[in-house]
């Protein structure tokens, strides 16, 4: 099993759609939880940390649920500047510390 | 801000050649990391660091070397350069393993 699973898409919404992603995790002693976004050939960029309260940021709405081990993102109002690939991110401990562990990606694509 | 820079930006080698793709930062971050992203697929972690002196395998390890002997430096050594080795490499660091980290531009290489 791989240690962060995600829907990899494309996930294809009209405009103003609201869509909406989950991710699973492995590892129960996972800590830290982010979404990244990617555009084409471009480096990854933060686009919220997830926190166990669950946490919002404009249209943006992260949760996270550990009895089940995931996080889902959720988009409102989308637009056609959301158009990218999101990632899932999860800490994993190891012997050193932690290291940070990226899912495959989930692909949203927004159409007028 | 020069934030993470990598070096170079693209590259084309030949089979068995060997190169170092350079990565620093100047956040004063303690974790650092490369990944590969192939087409299609997710950023896979091939090794990380989470201190001066202090390595450890990632994912896809096999035929890169590390090694971080200043705390802004992290170059990632290929050995004897194969095909497959042909992708978009990511440099990222963060203020602990458990953090959001941020990327470098990435380098593009190809190996023929």
């Known amino acids: 099993r791989k240690e962060v699973e995600q829907d990899p898409g494309p996930f294809n919404v009209p405009e103003g759609a609201t869509v909406a992603f989950n991710c699973t995790y492995s590892?129960?002693?996972?800590?830290?939880f982010f979404w990244y976004r990617q555009d084409c050939r471009k480096e990854p960029k933060l686009l919220m940390s997830?926190?166990?309260s669950g946490n919002e940021d404009g249209r943006f709405t992260a949760q996270l649920n550990r009895a089940s081990q995931y996080i889902s993102l959720l988009i409102r109002d989308s637009k056609l500047s959301d158009s990218a690939t999101y990632l899932c991110?999860?800490?994993?401990?190891?012997?050193?510390?932690?290291?940070?562990?990226f899912g495959a990606g989930t692909i949203l694509r927004v159409k007028s | 801000n020069a934030g993470v820079t990598q070096t170079p930006k693209f590259q084309v080698l030949k089979t068995g050649q060997s190169m170092t793709l350079q990565c620093a930062q100047d956040?004063?971050?303690?974790?650092m990391s490369w990944y590969r992203q192939d087409p299609g697929m997710g950023l896979r972690l091939i090794h990380y660091?989470?201190?001066?002196?202090?390595?450890d395998q990632g994912e896809v390890p096999n035929g890169y070397n590390v090694s971080r002997s200043t705390t802004e430096d992290f170059p990632l050594r290929l050995l004897s350069a194969a095909p497959s080795q042909t992708s978009v490499y990511f440099c990222?660091?963060?203020?602990?393993?458990?953090?959001?980290?941020?990327f470098g531009d990435g380098t593009r290489l190809s190996i023929l």
């Open positions: 997830v926190y166990s």
């Open positions: 590892n129960s002693a996972s800590q830290s």
């Open positions: 990222a660091s963060s203020y602990l393993g458990s953090g959001p980290q941020h």
């Open positions: 956040m004063n971050h303690e974790y």
């Open positions: 660091s989470v201190g001066a002196g202090i390595t």
């Open positions: 991110v999860v800490t994993l401990p190891t012997e050193y510390g932690n290291k940070l562990v």
